[in-house]
């Protein structure tokens, strides 16, 4: 259990040193405004609210600018394990993990080769648990939201980086007998990450 926490402790300050790296060494050169179509994969950790520990993240995004500010992306992603305890002495879930698939509005000001965002949105939510004894099955997809920050920057006219932070909320889905009333569920967690940023 010591050799887990010491490397999840190794990959924050790593993917940390990399975003602040990022940052320190681009450019700030005047841009042109362009559309742009960009494919970012990238690599992260799952953590705080209901994430019952940090959990290694991957997935992609790919976005969409207008010559403007404003923008649209799909972003997906998938964190194994994020529901098993440290602890020997808990409740083993067996294998599990969280995907998500959002539709996200961004808005973000090109500054020089440096681009600021924030978005928000919202898409599927699939929570998945394997029970290492076949005795219950606690899988479900369900509707979730997700708002954000984080920056991206350019080293050439194709090629860059981007790190991300995301909050992520399940919606609860209470049939009434008036129809469908969505509320905000209890299920919460963070997301951060970093990765390349391919723009074509």
Same mark, same amino acid.
């Given at each position: 259990?010591?050799?887990? @926490? ?5 990959? %924050?300050? =790593?993917? @940390?040193?990399? !975003?602040? !790296?990022?940052?320190? @060494?681009?450019? *700030?050169? /005047?841009?042109?405004?362009?559309? &742009?179509?960009?494919?970012? /994969? +990238? ?6 609210? $209901?994430?019952? %520990? ?10 969409? *600018?207008?010559?403007?500010? +404003?923008? +649209?992306?799909? &972003?997906?992603?998938?964190? /194994? $394990? *994020? ?18 698939? *959002? !539709? ?5 000001? /090109?500054?020089? %080769?440096? =681009? ?17 004894? #076949? ?28 790190? &991300?932070?995301?909050? +992520? =909320? =399940?919606?609860? $889905? &209470? ?7 969505? #509320? ?17």
């Amino acid at each position: 259990m010591q050799i887990q @926490t010491v490397g999840v402790t190794d990959m %924050k300050k =790593r993917l @940390t040193g990399i !975003a602040a !790296a990022t940052l320190l @060494t681009l450019v *700030m050169t /005047p841009a042109a405004a362009r559309a &742009d179509v960009m494919f970012s /994969p +990238f690599l992260g950790l799952s953590f705080g609210g $209901d994430a019952r %520990k940090e959990a290694v993240t991957y997935g992609g995004t790919l976005t969409f *600018m207008g010559g403007g500010v +404003f923008g +649209f992306e799909l &972003d997906a992603a998938l964190s /194994p $394990d *994020m529901l098993s305890n440290d602890s020997d002495t808990d409740l083993d879930l067996g294998s599990n993990s969280v995907g998500t698939v *959002m !539709a996200n509005l961004i808005i973000g000001a /090109p500054l020089g %080769k440096l =681009r600021p965002y924030a978005s928000a949105g919202g898409g599927l939510l699939r929570i998945n648990i394997e029970d290492p004894l #076949d005795l219950f099955d606690a899988s479900r997809n369900t509707w979730g939201v997700n708002v954000g920050a984080g920056v991206m920057g350019f080293f050439s006219e194709h090629v860059g980086m981007r790190a &991300d932070v995301r909050y +992520f =909320r =399940r919606i609860k $889905d &209470d049939d009434t007998s008036s129809g469908v009333d969505l #509320d905000l569920g209890q299920f919460n967690y963070w997301r951060g990450t970093v990765g390349l940023s391919l723009r074509f």
